[in-house]
T-cell receptor, first 113, second 115 residues
């Protein structure tokens, strides 16, 4: 089945460690996005990529890094520089056209202890 | 980026219609209006989108004001499964512009449906 997959669903890390969240899509979408969601809050954009080997900072990029070496994959690394990394992370993909819908993964809940 | 404003929360009774408003007074001519909803502990899902004309699909209807400064998502008969956070977002920008491709969500409206 076509779709967008995030793994793992739950992730625990010790403070000070970098951690990489996986996002894979087989929808042949050019654009991919990473969001962070805190309890009771909306989605905040971390990074987005319109095309392979290119990406832009979103509204809260500090403490995060991404890569887009393949069209299907857009991994997010939460670095030790991120002050409050515990959150729900969502990945999305879509075609580039403005009038097309975004598809979201089921999310990864990261807890840093 | 053009911004949207939605009420923080709304309530409805099951099987009654629900009208979820969204204000976007700074919308530009190329901005599409998209609606998504997010069920608890899940990623958002697409509901509907439009540019100028009203739109209907199997999930909902979208009514767009003539001046496009506001829109309303209409759920014709609310069910308990419609309880979610509803996001109204604008999708636009000029190709090559700094914000082109950016997909930004606001706080959304929490819809509670009572049995």
């Amino acid at each position: 089945d076509g779709g967008i997959t995030q793994s793992p669903k739950y992730l625990f890390r010790k403070e000070g460690q970098n951690v990489t969240l996986s996002c894979e899509q087989n929808l042949n979408h050019d654009a991919m996005y990473w969001y962070r969601q805190d309890p009771g809050q909306g989605l905040r954009l971390i990074y987005y990529s319109q095309i392979v080997n290119d990406f832009q900072k979103g509204d809260i990029a500090e403490g995060y890094s991404v890569s887009r070496e393949k069209k299907e994959s857009f991994p997010l690394t939460v670095t030790s520089a991120q002050k409050n990394p515990t959150a729900f992370y969502l990945c999305a993909s879509k075609r580039s056209e403005l009038n097309t819908e975004a598809f979201f993964g089921q999310g990864t809940r990261l807890t840093v202890v | 980026d053009a911004k949207t404003t939605q009420p923080n929360s709304m309530e409805s009774n099951e099987e009654e219609p629900v009208h979820l408003p969204c204000n976007h007074s700074t919308i530009s001519g190329t901005d599409y209006i998209h609606w998504y909803r997010q069920l608890p502990s899940q990623g958002p899902e697409y509901v509907i989108h439009g540019l100028t004309s009203n739109v209907n699909n199997r999930m909902a209807s979208l009514a767009i004001a003539e001046d496009r400064k506001s829109s309303t998502l209409i759920l014709h008969r609310a069910t308990l499964r419609d309880a979610a956070v509803y996001y109204c977002i604008l999708r636009g920008g000029n190709a090559g512009g700094t914000s082109y491709g950016k997909l930004t969500f606001g706080q959304g409206t929490i819809l509670t449906v009572h049995p």
